[in-house]
């Protein structure tokens, strides 16, 4: 019983720890070094060549408020008694939950005005991180890409893009004779019947499943009838739609997926006007009724396929948002959070209850993602459903451990992501260092719920991994980017962790998506006949590669050149020269292969750019010529890949100011005019570059010589 602990007795009077100030600076302190309390730096940081050294002055412990109130000081009577006198209702109505009211991230806001269209976008969108207190640098870079926009309308209509398809209401009170006016418009029974299939057999239907095959072929030889004709240009007969019955319960949804994926899958198939409307009036009528269990599948099915085909430029605020808001609230309506409870089993098969499933799994999903993109609180809060008493998403009936582990991967996504999210976007953060506890609940998720990242972003063409697990990689990295970028940019936080965290999660970004690129080239090849022929078409795979990247593309780009810029700022310049500093810095290289942020030494911005620089050639370099013919047919990847290339040719620009050892002192002292001047004066001809010219010419260079020419053309060396 000696080695027991022993147990403090009333008559025993409890040990008094020494309550003392700590001169220790943060950085020996968390590593329990001797440091020497030298100002401004101690000899451990200097020896380091640590940006700065940061004295805190709080003590060893921390007293509890009612240990106060036990042994009250004359400070603290003094201080209770003068804040009743001055506030006598603060006592009563005072809520010591809330927390620093500067960490209220609510107060982090940008309201967008595009010709009087107002847009708010939140705390973790990225228009909100970049244009929260522009330095001069910045606003030179926003105003430089906008000139770029003006030049982008020249190359659009060179290379004959089409942004956005017409809308078109025609409003009708006939059902079945609009229906028969589609029917004139649709292909052939046996094309549609293969479009079908081949919808079904893709990657697209496989990664999300949200719609049952079995169930939607059963609507098809229900609603559409066909009838055979004979072509007066051929002798084979023709099976031709005749009709599209509306079945017995009104249900016009099942007919609504179906023309969803015929539209979608037929690459040649431009939809008539009386289809598009049809679709249109499906989804946002007040007419149809969201008493059907198919409804919320339709319009997750249309917000997919909108997202796939859609080809805008970066800066396009997504219009597809509002389909987020009304499969949410369809799904809510229809009680789907409980559907093991509230679904009976003999009316719907086990592969339908399953597709309800996905479609409500994937609701949520999409409904973090819009919160997260534009900063604002979901649309299913957790008033709607309790999600720790969620329904298993499991199947054990068909493909037990792919379907075992995909399931785990999105529940124990959602589990985490979900909460971090509507905290970042809700008035109830309370404190700045949530930050770094979500930062560590994400990457525990990454190391053990899924491969390992260098299997995501390695040197391969063909990607070791599940394809279900790309969305979550992609919303899952780009969110650890933005809580370092809050960190830096929101609370001013200085440190090797935050700088070596932005930069590191920048290039497994841009890593992955340029891997993604490629993979969807390579999977075109082995499952599309015709894709070595058609060479101007956005193949299958190669769109949902840009349709996964290019959101996360778009917030690295500008997230980290806003740091970069942010850096490079006169206030800034003298705590930031470890990050452009050359010396040793050639030669290195940032590990990708995990998530660890090393903070025994600064990443520095000259090595990250031309790494940067190394990934992108692995898309860009001229042995890709035939993606290259599919790249530049893309508005969504030139625009991503011009505002890339400005944001890079500017960081050199401004780069030489501050690169070079000799310089650096002499930079400093220069007067905030002296240093724009001299910047204006490097980078004048940014603003005569055609940025989208360069583009082209490194999409559709044939040779490595021509190749090669426009690389050196588009990135200025750093001599």
């Known amino acids: 019983m000696n080695n027991m602990a022993q147990v403090t007795t009333k008559n025993e009077r409890p040990v008094k720890r020494r309550r003392k100030v700590m001169n220790t600076c943060m950085f020996c302190r968390k590593r329990k070094l001797k440091c020497d309390h030298a100002r401004p730096k101690c000899q451990q940081c200097e020896m380091r060549k640590l940006p700065e050294c940061v004295y805190g002055n709080g003590f060893n412990f921390d007293v509890s408020a009612e240990d106060r109130m036990k042994r009250p000081t004359k400070r603290l009577v003094k201080d209770v008694t003068n804040s009743v006198l001055d506030n006598p209702t603060d006592i009563s109505t005072s809520n010591p939950s809330k927390g620093n009211p500067d960490d209220n991230l609510l107060k982090f806001q940008f309201l967008e005005n595009q010709d009087g269209r107002f847009q708010r976008y939140g ?229 339908v209850i399953y597709s309800l499933k996905r479609t409500f799994y994937w609701t949520i999903f999409f ?94 063409k063909i990607l070791p991994v599940d394809t279900f697990d790309l969305p979550f990689v992609a919303v899952g990295v780009a969110l650890l980017l933005a809580l370092y970028h809050m960190r830096e940019k929101y609370f001013g936080e200085k440190s090797i962790e935050v700088n070596n965290g932005i930069i590191k999660y920048s290039l497994i970004l841009i890593s992955f998506s340029c891997k993604t690129i490629i993979w969807g080239d390579q999977m075109d090849g082995f499952t599309d006949g015709m894709y070595y022929i058609n060479k101007d078409a956005i193949t299958h795979h190669l769109r949902l590669s840009i349709l996964l990247t290019a959101p996360i593309m778009k917030r690295v780009i500008f997230e980290f050149y806003d740091y970069f810029f942010q850096n490079i700022s006169l206030e800034n310049l003298s705590s930031s020269q470890q990050l452009f500093d050359c010396e040793g810095s050639k030669d290195q290289t940032i590990l990708l292969d995990s998530f660890t942020v090393e903070d025994s030494y600064y990443y520095q911005i000259i090595p990250a750019l031309q790494q940067i620089e190394i990934i992108e050639k692995s898309i860009l370099g001229h042995t890709e010529y035939r993606l290259h013919q599919r790249l530049h047919k893309s508005a969504t990847f030139v625009t991503l890949a011009a505002s890339q290339m400005l944001s890079y040719i500017l960081a050199l620009q401004v780069t030489r100011l501050v690169k070079c050892p000799e310089d650096k002192k002499q930079t400093i002292k220069q007067t905030g005019t002296e240093l724009w001047n001299k910047y204006r004066s490097i980078s004048s001809g940014l603003w005569r570059l055609n940025i989208f010219d360069l583009v082209s010419k490194k999409l559709t260079a044939k040779t490595a010589n021509e190749a090669d020419e426009a690389d050196a053309n588009a990135h200025p060396t750093f001599t």
């Open 123 to 351: 705390p973790t969108s990225w228009k909100a991180i970049v244009n929260h207190d522009k330095e001069v640098f910045e606003r030179e870079y926003l105003d430089l890409w906008n000139v770029q926009k003006n030049k982008y309308d020249v190359w659009k209509t060179q290379h004959c893009v089409i942004e956005n398809k017409p809308k078109y209401w025609v409003h009708f009170h006939d059902v079945n004779n609009i229906l028969k006016i589609i029917c004139s418009v649709l292909p052939t029974y046996e094309k549609t019947r293969e479009t079908l299939d081949k919808f079904f057999n893709g990657t697209l239907h496989d990664v999300y499943r949200i719609v049952d095959r079995k169930r939607t072929f059963e609507a098809f030889n229900t609603c559409f009838c066909v009838s055979r004709v004979e072509p007066s240009f051929e002798n084979l007969l023709t099976d031709v739609f005749t009709d599209i019955q509306v079945p017995a319960d009104g249900n016009l949804y099942y007919i609504g997926i179906i023309l969803l994926i015929i539209s979608h899958t037929m690459s040649n198939f431009n939809p008539d006007k009386s289809l598009t409307s049809f679709l249109e009036q499906l989804a946002f009528s007040p007419r149809f009724s969201d008493s059907f269990v198919e409804r919320p599948q339709f319009l997750l099915l249309m917000y997919l396929l909108r997202e796939y085909q859609s080809d805008l430029p970066i800066w396009e605020t997504n219009q597809n948002h509002n389909l987020i808001m009304c499969v949410c609230h369809s799904c809510d309506v229809l009680g789907l959070s409980k559907i093991d409870e509230w679904y009976d089993k003999s009316n719907y098969s086990s592969d």
């Open 367 to 460: 409904d973090v993602n819009v919160s997260f993109e534009e900063g604002k609180p979901l649309y299913l809060s957790d008033n709607h459903f309790e999600y720790a008493q969620l329904y298993n998403l499991e199947r054990h009936d068909v493909e037990i451990d792919k379907e075992f582990r995909r399931s785990r991967v999105m529940s124990n996504f959602l589990k985490i992501v979900r909460p971090i999210v509507n905290d970042l976007n809700s008035s109830n953060f309370k404190d700045r260092n949530m930050l770094k506890i979500y930062t560590k609940q994400l990457v525990d998720y990454f190391e053990s719920g899924l491969m390992p990242i260098k299997l995501y972003t390695g040197s391969g």
